[in-house]
């Protein structure tokens, strides 16, 4: 354990950057200081070389830090993660920043890649420029566009709060500018939001249950017929369950998708997964390629397809 007498306070802490403004990297985990209550009269901070901002740690410890810092305009790999928060500190205080921080980078504002993740305590929100190829599965980029990251951690809150949380700060990106898009769970509030991303060109979808409507346009709104992804060319779904209607809305959805010839690719994997031959062929006939991975451990319900011994189906 650290003796408190050797823990800095915040002024100390920013003395010591402000001593050193041509860092090019500033990284600082599980943040701890002490508190001396001089923040609000301390100078901004100039760091105008950064790269590199890595700051995680209880929101108290991080954020009189953060807000003190005076980064570049642009900062090629930032990682933000704010533990044991409150909701509300969460909506007044990071929400606001991460809506800054996105507005100030001319990067954010181009082609944005997006990956959101919900579990029981907290949700992350990775951006990055889409000079990309694809994100691996917990979104992180495969190689070294501008990105950034916002994990914050808020125990004992109820999942719909922060499905509600994730979905707001979803708002906060420029959605118009969304080309590839991952999220951690699909529901009515969730596709609301999403749907907004009508430039998104790469869509995967974690851990939803096919429910009637999928993806499909409100039929008594204004524009019954459109797409409501124009330019998706490839979707993807890691965990998806039949639900009462059984796989028809997935393939409502590519029969309305695939409409006037456009090409659509789809991946389906994870873990219960199981798609019966009849309705694999329903799909094949809607799109240009299907990769099956289906779950081994999972039975057919009907019992009348054959047992995968592991592997892909590619057509």
């Not at 990956?115 to 990775?126: A, C, G, N, P």
């Amino acid at each position: 354990m650290t003796p408190p007498s050797v823990i800095p306070t915040t002024s100390q802490l920013l003395s010591l950057l402000a001593s050193n403004p041509n860092i090019r990297s500033l990284v600082l985990r599980r943040v701890v200081i002490n508190d001396d209550g001089g923040n609000d009269s301390t100078s901004p901070v100039l760091l105008c070389r950064l790269e590199t901002l890595i700051l995680t740690g209880d929101l108290h410890h991080v954020f009189p830090i953060l807000r003190r810092l005076e980064l570049p305009e642009m900062v090629d790999d930032a990682e933000l993660w704010f533990y044991d928060c409150k909701l509300e500190e969460a909506n007044e205080t990071i929400r606001p920043y991460i809506r800054n921080y996105l507005r100030r980078d001319p990067r954010f504002k181009d082609r944005l890649g997006v990956f959101t993740s919900i579990t029981t305590d907290s949700f992350l929100l990775h951006a990055s420029t889409a000079s990309i190829n694809c994100h691996i599965l917990d979104g992180t980029p495969q190689h070294n566009p501008p990105h950034v990251s916002f994990q914050v951690v808020t125990p004992e809150v109820p999942w719909k709060d922060l499905e509600g949380l994730c979905i707001d700060t979803l708002a906060l990106l420029p959605r118009e500018n969304v080309v590839r898009l991952e999220v951690d769970s699909l529901t009515n509030a969730t596709e609301e939001i999403i749907t907004e991303m009508s430039s998104v060109e790469h869509l995967r979808i974690y851990g939803t249950i096919l429910y009637p409507g999928f993806l499909m346009p409100d039929e008594n709104g204004p524009n019954p017929h459109q797409k409501l992804f124009p330019s998706l060319r490839w979707l993807g779904f890691v965990g998806i369950e039949a639900g009462d209607e059984g796989w028809s809305p997935l393939v409502t959805y590519l029969a309305h998708q695939t409409s006037g010839n456009q090409a659509l690719s789809i991946e389906i994997s994870g873990e219960g997964v199981h798609i019966c031959a009849d309705v694999l062929d329903q799909i094949y006939e809607l799109v240009g390629r299907i990769d099956y991975i289906p779950d081994p451990d999972t039975e057919c319900p009907s019992g009348e397809c054959p047992v995968w011994e592991g592997g892909a189906l590619i057509i």
